[in-house]
């Protein structure tokens, strides 16, 4: 039997431009990430643009950003979204570090 591998998290930050890319590697984890997002959406009433780039069935990436993001709101759908998906390690891509 292998093992279940966790939901990764990639994220970038550069003055207005933040993104948060999440890679799932089942069905659950693929429905998980859409429904809290679309959650979350609805509570913080903001809407980044979303791709989503299969890689198999269920297996792939979900990516969010936000252009012009001037009073970082991002940060804050951010950590909900990684609190909620219990993610509690993020790889920062930060190109301001």
């Not at 993104?19 to 959650?39: P, V």
């Not at 936000?66 to 190109?95: G, K, M, Q, T």
């Amino acid at each position: 039997m292998g093992t279940i591998k966790c939901i990764k998290a990639h994220h970038e930050m550069e003055e207005r431009y933040a993104r948060l890319e999440l890679e799932y590697f089942n069905l659950e984890q693929k429905e998980l990430i859409f429904d809290t997002t679309n959650e979350l959406i609805k509570k913080y009433k903001i809407y980044p643009t979303k791709i989503i780039t299969p890689r198999a069935e269920f297996e792939g990436e979900f990516c969010l950003e936000f252009h012009d993001d001037y009073h970082r709101e991002s940060e804050a759908f951010f950590n909900d979204l990684l609190h909620r998906l219990d993610i509690n390690h993020c790889e920062n891509d930060d190109v301001n570090s």
